[in-house]
């Protein structure tokens, strides 16, 4: 109750009232009297005399009439009533308190700044928490929330769906409980159970609209809410399979759209139908069909992502529904492995099955950008599968379609590719490096088909693993590099050694030693004469197995190389698990051995960590002179590539085992005293070169950086001069780069057009030795080149 802003005065007695009232009006009255015929003007009538002396004897004495008679009797009034409403108060809050304690349903009340004012029982047995324990607690629902630990669920609040844990911090607190709160949502372990809550809040105002508390109601209607998901699974999903049917399946690929605009995503949609399962359902009835069914739900679904969609159209027909930005290059592989996983064998009861399937494939937005175009579109694509052979995939789009009839069309071809004989090996040599004799050779297979011509290993040993048929591929190459390789060695040659290339799926053949074992006998080859090769990234899967089979290999007597190492793991603790004796450098780094450091880093510590572990090194891809006298420079054992020989046929290759002579290797024999000259005008460099020349140099001349690289790789160079500015890399660039491939060469830059910054960073950087401006003055250069051989030998030792 707020106190009055005014004194407090009492009620006097009546008499003491009566006198005091009395007095006052005389003193009034007698005053104005006085006063008034001096304020007046002397013919004033009578009549406003009196009413003037009226209403100043009322204006004056209605205040002390308030103070003594109305203001003490008010007071009087509003105390008794504060009592009685106090009173009432008190009344009504033990009502509604009585009230909420004996409700049967939970029930609790809340103050405006969110403290439990009453907690009942009902909501004790429901939450398993006492009274003790909530009353005066801020946020109630963090109890739940911390000692509960509720589900994130489907939270909904005036009719909007959220996903959050349901306590206040859900709501807006500035209104703290807004009119008619609904929501609902899952608890977990709620006083010993899962729990499905529904809440319904509502604010006690009073008469001002003043927020006084809330009272919320709680109803565990889990059985009701567990009845309706059941009844929406059953009309979502397939009763036999339990994969999502018609309608879930329609939601899935609407989403999947949806999301495919904001993630710049693609959509394919795989309708799948059975072929012949009519035969099946009528020939050994619907129960054996079913449970077909169900084998087929369970492979498709094996067959893709977790997240993606496996539904059951209805009777044999599935549709598999998949996002991602290149689903589109990927659908042919995803087709082919939903084809290859159908096709294997079905053993139900005495039943030994086999099924295939027709697959139609559209892809949005090319086929369409709403659920129905998709699924139709896709129907058409997979009846065309059927038109044209069933077991088999066709798009919808016709451009991707030629692309999968291409497939299908090699594939087709190479599959009696070799009944026809249509096969061949060719032989690229592999050379010593430091005899420049042939050691040996590799066997590489090629398809010459009457329809697609000569195809190269690229464009069909991809779709050979795919389709399972590089083991019977596999098998014929080694069969015929054997063959091969003795009837060589019983014609006199010189016995080499032939490198078989073994694919990852014949590694995984449980019997691949055996194979071997088995080619090796049938041809009477010696087993020191064959090497297999595997790339690196073939061993590191299963570790264990593989080093068990390539230990049985070696067994056999044959010998083992790593190929493309550098391009995987290159781990030395795998590697020395493995039973190899040579490693084969990748061409990918042979390619810039002679300009890039990096690459030839990698090369060097390839080399260097071979050898330690007492293995051959092998370098593929050779193309160029400065590559071969790079490699040997830095003690590379063996090198293959298009510098000595490509691939050539049998007959060609003998060719070359008849001429028994070595392939011409650069000795790199120059003068010590070599310098190079790098310029693109060609004018100056042979000034220079004549200059030089004078002096007793042995002079080399390039006009590119690329072309001094391969100079410097096949001559033993001591000092470099280069121009600044040259296409392609610069002469910073390409001091720097010989900085690092040739520490020891001293480096001259000769430049017109200074670059002031970039020339005093590789002269801090130790990139130049001297900087050098043109024109020259003929002997200054000549001095300064002196001075340099002087600073080669002293720094060598010379």
Not at 323 to 330: A, F, K, L, Y
Not at 356 to 384: F, N, W
Not at 432 to 458: F, K, N, Y
Request: charged content about 20%.
């Amino acid at each position: 109750m707020n106190k009055p802003t005014t004194p407090d005065f009492k009620l006097l007695k009546p008499l003491s009232l009566f006198a005091t009232l009395l007095v006052i009006i005389s003193t009034v009255e007698i005053i104005i009297m006085f006063v008034l015929p001096y304020i007046l003007p002397t013919n004033t009538p009578q009549y406003l005399e009196n009413i003037l002396d009226a209403l100043l004897l009322a204006i004056f004495t209605a205040p002390f009439i308030w103070l003594l008679i109305v203001k003490p009797l008010q007071n009087r009034a509003m105390s008794e009533f504060s009592l009685k409403n106090t009173a009432l108060m008190a009344e009504q809050k033990e009502f509604v308190e009585n009230l909420v304690q004996n409700n049967a349903v939970p029930t609790f009340v809340i103050s405006p700044d969110h403290r439990v004012l009453i907690w009942n029982r009902a909501c004790e047995e429901l939450t398993g928490i006492n009274a003790a324990a909530m009353l005066g607690r801020d946020e109630p629902w963090r109890a739940f929330y911390d000692h509960k630990r509720p589900v994130l669920a489907d939270i909904v609040i005036d009719g909007v769906q959220e996903h959050t844990a349901l306590h206040y911090t859900t709501f807006d607190k500035s209104n703290f409980i807004p009119e008619g709160l609904q929501a609902e949502g899952w608890y977990k372990n709620l006083n010993g159970m899962d729990r499905y809550i529904f809440f319904n809040a509502a604010p006690i105002r009073n008469g001002k609209g003043d927020l006084l508390a809330a009272i919320q109601t709680l109803e565990d209607i889990t059985e009701r809410k567990r009845y309706e998901e059941q009844l929406e699974y059953q009309a979502n999903h397939d009763g036999l399979t339990d994969l999502p049917n018609h309608n879930l399946l329609t939601d899935r690929i609407r989403q999947a759209l949806l999301i495919s605009l904001r993630n710049n995503q693609e959509v394919a949609v795989f309708l799948i139908d059975l072929d012949n399962f009519k035969f099946i359902n009528d020939s050994l009835g619907h129960d054996i069909g079913d449970i077909l069914l169900k084998i087929v739900a369970e492979r498709l679904t094996g067959c893709v992502r977790s997240g993606d969609t496996v539904a059951r159209q209805g009777g044999d027909e599935f549709v598999i529904v998949i996002s991602s930005p290149d689903v589109s290059d990927n659908a042919i592989q995803i087709a082919g492995k939903i084809l290859e996983t159908m096709a294997l064998p079905v053993h139900i009861n005495d039943h030994e099955l086999f099924v295939t399937c027709s697959i139609g494939i559209s892809i949005s937005p090319r086929d369409g950008e709403d659920v129905q175009t998709l699924i139709k579109h896709a129907d058409v694509a997979m009846y065309r599968a059927k038109d044209q052979g069933r077991n088999t995939f066709r798009f919808f789009t016709s451009e991707m379609n030629s692309r999968s009839l291409a497939r299908v069309s090699m594939e087709k071809h190479l599959r009696r590719a070799l009944e026809n004989d249509e096969f061949l090996v060719y032989y690229q040599p592999k050379v010593c490096l430091h005899s420049g004799h042939i050691t040996g050779m590799e066997a590489l297979v090629r398809w010459q088909s009457p329809e697609l011509g000569m195809t190269s290993p690229d464009n069909f040993i991809h779709l050979a693993e795919e389709t399972g048929l590089i083991e019977p591929i596999g098998e014929w190459v080694l069969r015929t590099a054997c063959v091969q390789n003795k009837a060589w060695q019983d014609a006199g040659l010189s016995p080499l050694t032939v490198a078989v290339n073994l694919s990852a799926r014949q590694l995984r053949q449980y019997n691949i030693s055996a194979i071997i074992e088995s080619v090796l006998r049938e041809t009477a080859l010696d087993p020191g004469f064959l090497e297999i090769e595997i790339t690196e990234s073939m061993v590191m899967h299963d570790v264990e197995r593989v080093t068990a089979i390539l230990n049985e290999m070696k067994g056999i007597g044959i010998s083992l190389t790593m190929d493309d190492f550098g391009t995987g793991y290159s781990s030395l603790s795998y590697l020395k698990r493995f039973p190899f004796d040579k490693l084969k450098i990748d061409q990918s780094f042979v390619r810039g051995i002679t300009c890039d450091p990096h690459n030839a880093a990698i090369a060097r510590a390839i080399i260097a960590m071979a050898h330690s572990l007492h293995l051959k090194v092998v370098a593929e891809g050779v193309e160029t002179e400065g590559q071969l006298n790079y490699l040997r420079s830095h003690s590379c054992d063996e090198m293959q590539g298009f510098y000595i020989s490509r691939p050539v046929p049998a007959t060609d290759f003998e060719c070359l085992l008849h001429e028994k002579r070595p392939p011409a290797l650069a000795n790199a024999s120059c003068p010590e005293q070599t310098l190079l000259v790098v310029d693109d005008e060609k004018n100056v460099a042979s000034a220079l070169q004549r200059l030089f020349q004078l002096d007793g140099y042995h002079v080399l001349t390039a006009e590119s950086a690329n072309e001094g690289f391969e100079l410097l790789a096949s001559n033993h160079v001591s000092i470099v001069i280069s121009d600044q500015r040259m296409p392609v890399m610069n002469g910073t660039e390409f001091l720097s780069r010989v900085k690092e491939l040739y520490p020891d060469i001293v480096r001259i830059m000769l430049t017109a057009h200074a670059d002031l910054d970039s020339v005093t960073d590789a002269i801090n950087n130790g990139a130049v030795y001297k900087f050098l401006n043109k024109p020259w003055d003929d002997d200054v250069i000549r001095n300064k080149v002196k001075e340099a051989f002087t600073y080669y030998e002293s720094r060598n030792g010379i």
